[in-house]
C-alpha cells in the first residue's frame, strides 16, 4: 500500500471476468499500490488475494453512485482503485465516475483496461465474432425498453453478430424471450447460438446451439450469462460457433 499523498490518483480498474488470472499485471500493480479499493463485493471477492493490504470499501447492487462519489472524494488525497467486472468502459463505472468528477473538480484519473465478458465467452465458443458484432444489454433499469428492442431489431437486421449481456434477472424475466422474437424476424432457425454461463468462474457452463432452440435453455440463462447469436455466415462446428471474417472470398484454404 502506498503512503497517502497531497495529491492522489483514481483508477477505474477492469479486473477481468472472474477467475484472477484473467486480471491484467497493469490492473494488478496498481491495485497494488492503492490505499483504497472501492468495488461491489461479488467483485472484490474475485480479487481478494491482491488486495490484501488496502483499504477495503464495498457494496451491493445499486451502489453505484456512493461508490463512485466516494472514490473520487478519497481520491483528492489518496491513491484510490475503483475496480468494475471485465472492462470499466463496457457497461461498467468509467462512465458514472467520470461524470461526477465532472462536477466535483479536476482530479487524475486513469482507466484500467479489463478483459470483458463477451471476449471470455467468445473464447469458449471458439470465433463467433471476428467480423462486425453489436454488443446490447437486455437490462432496462437505465435504459428503456423501446430503445434496447429499436437497437436490437437494427442489429438484427443489419446482419451483425449480437453479444447479448444482462439477459434475465427475477424481476425481468420476459424481456429475453421477446428479444429473441425481434431476432427471429430476421435470422432462420438454424442460426448458431453459444449461451455462456459464468465464463472463466466456478460454475461455467458452455452451451452452442441454434436459434430455432434456445428457448428449450431458458431456465438455464440469468443475468451471469452471455448469449451470443451469429450472423448468416456463422455455423457450427465442434460444439463450436465459426463466423468467418472473409478470408475465403480472397484466398483458397
Same mark, same amino acid.
Given at each position: 500500500m502506498s503512503q497517502s499523498r497531497s495529491h492522489g490518483k483514481l483508477y477505474i480498474v477492469g479486473i477481468g471476468p472472474g477467475a484472477v488470472e484473467h486480471l491484467t499485471k497493469k490492473a494488478e500493480k496498481v491495485l497494488? *499500490?492503492? =490505499?483504497?479499493?472501492?468495488?461491489?463485493?461479488?467483485? @472484490? =471477492? $474475485?480479487?481478494? &488475494?491482491? /488486495?490484501?493490504?488496502?483499504?477495503?470499501?464495498r457494496s451491493g447492487m445499486g451502489g453505484e453512485v456512493e461508490?463512485? #462519489?466516494?472514490?473520487? *472524494?478519497l481520491a483528492k488525497d489518496h491513491v484510490v482503485s475503483i475496480i468494475s467486472g471485465g472492462d470499466a468502459n463496457?457497461?461498467? +463505472?468509467?462512465? @458514472?465516475?467520470? !461524470?461526477?468528477? %465532472?462536477?466535483?473538480?479536476? /482530479?487524475d484519473i486513469e482507466v484500467i483496461p479489463g478483459v470483458t465478458a463477451i471476449t471470455a465467452a467468445s473464447s469458449l465458443l471458439g470465433a463467433p465474432l471476428v467480423n462486425d458484432f453489436a454488443?446490447?444489454?437486455?437490462? =432496462? @433499469?437505465?435504459?428503456?425498453? !423501446?430503445?434496447? *428492442? #429499436?437497437? @436490437?431489431? +437494427?442489429?438484427? !437486421?443489419?446482419?451483425?453478430?449480437?453479444?447479448?449481456?444482462n439477459p434475465k434477472s427475477r424481476n425481468r424475466r420476459e424481456n429475453f424471450g421477446k428479444a429473441m422474437e425481434?431476432?427471429?424476424?430476421?435470422?432462420? =432457425? %438454424?442460426t448458431p447460438v453459444g449461451i455462456v454461463k459464468n465464463a472463466t468462474r466456478e460454475g461455467e457452463t458452455v452451451i452452442a446451439t441454434t436459434l430455432g432452440r434456445i428457448m428449450e435453455y431458458n431456465d438455464e440463462i440469468d443475468m451471469s450469462t452471455i448469449v451470443l447469436? &451469429?450472423?448468416? *455466415?456463422?455455423?457450427?462446428?465442434?460444439?463450436? /460457433?465459426?463466423?468467418? #471474417?472473409?478470408? $475465403?472470398?480472397?484466398? %483458397?484454404?
Open positions: 497494488l *499500490e492503492s =490505499d483504497y479499493v472501492i468495488g461491489n463485493g461479488t467483485y @472484490l =471477492d $474475485q480479487i481478494a &488475494g491482491v /488486495i490484501k493490504n488496502a483499504n477495503v470499501i461508490r463512485a #462519489r466516494k472514490a473520487v *472524494e463496457v457497461y461498467g +463505472m468509467a462512465g @458514472l465516475v467520470f !461524470e461526477i468528477a %465532472e462536477r466535483t473538480g479536476d /482530479i454488443v446490447i444489454s437486455l437490462s =432496462d @433499469l437505465l435504459t428503456p425498453k !423501446e430503445v434496447i *428492442e #429499436r437497437r @436490437l431489431d +437494427m442489429a438484427a !437486421e443489419a446482419d451483425f453478430v449480437i453479444a447479448i449481456y425481434i431476432i427471429r424476424k430476421y435470422r432462420n =432457425d %438454424e447469436i &451469429g450472423n448468416s *455466415e456463422s455455423r457450427l462446428w465442434n460444439n463450436r /460457433i465459426i463466423t468467418p #471474417r472473409g478470408y $475465403q472470398r480472397k484466398y %483458397e484454404y
